[in-house]
Each structure stands twice: as C-alpha cells, then as structure tokens.
C-alpha cells in the first residue's frame, strides 16, 4: 500500500518506499546497534522468507512502507511503516531513525506528520495507535490523485482529439483486464 504523496514537515518529509531504499533500511534495521529494538533478526539470521518479503515490500497490498528524508537534500534518515498486526484486526506501527541521526528530533517530526495526516493518532500517557480507517486515507488520496494526474490529462487530450465520450469508454474497455 503506497500513499502517492509526500508528508512534508519543517525538516523532513516522508514519501513511499522505493526498491532503492532496502539499502539503506535494511543497514538500519539489521544493525545489531541500531536495530537493537526492532523486531527483525540480526543480518546473520536473514533467512530466504524474510530475504524475500524485504526485496518486496515495495509491493505490499496490506503493509505501507515509508522512507523519511531530509527537506532540501533528500538524504534518507529514517522509515516508517504500517503493517496488519498479529490479529489482522488492526495495524502496528514501526519507525527507525538512523543512529547517526538520533536525538535530534527527527523521528516525533516524521510520526507528526502521520498524526496530521490523520493516519496516526495519540492516546496521552498510552502511545501512538493506526487511526481506524487509515487504510481507507491512504486509498482515498491516491484515488484523488489519480483522478488529478492520470484521468483529468487523459481527458483534457481525448477532448484536443474529438473523442466522445462513448468512444473513450469503448476504448477503456478494450483494455480493461
């Protein structure tokens, strides 16, 4: 699940995860130091599966993986991710900051943005929780955004064409599989 969008905040912004990105992600989270309180195994203890399920998290139709970096250079410095807890009744929520990056406020800017995003929500003296309902956002903004980048272009050249209406439904059709 992609959000299609970038959360920009005053020094870091959060944007979908990229196959470029394992690099990086899988550096921090396998790192016996930085990933001391993560869940995933140490890097000596990487089987195929697990392997498997990094080199495609890209692809993820339950779990939403995000890359955070930072406002001006892009340099990546963190992730966060949403995925189907144990029970499939709701979602977890898991972000890393680069060592070389903590204590410098980093990771509460990057899970703001999920808060204001209305993704995340804040239960005082209790924790950080997946908005019921998140999963539903996410689609409805890149619906929107799909609607705004690919289906009003798609329009406005199908009218420059003279193309009615019918005929590019017709032709819709056609590709549809």
Known sequence: MKINTELTGARV??????????????????DGENGRYLSDPARDYVDEAFQKALDTLQDSETGCY???????TGERVGTCCLFPDECREGYDIGYCVHKSRWGQGLAGEAVGLLVDEGILYKRR???????KGARE?????RK???AENHVAPLLAEARSLGI???????????RTV
Do not use: H, Q
């Not at 956002?137 to 903004?141: A, D, F, V």
């Not at 009615?164 to 056609?174: A, H």
């Open 66 to 72: 995000l890359t955070v970096c930072l406002n001006g």
């Open 137 to 141: 956002k996410i689609l409805s903004k």
């Open 164 to 174: 009615p209406k019918e005929e590019l439904l017709i032709m819709i059709g056609e």
């Open 144 to 146: 929107a955004a799909f």
């Open 125 to 131: 003296g209790i924790g950080m929780f997946v908005s």
């Open 13 to 30: 912004y959060i944007r979908d995860y990229r196959p470029a990105d394992l690099d990086f992600a899988a550096g921090m989270w396998l």
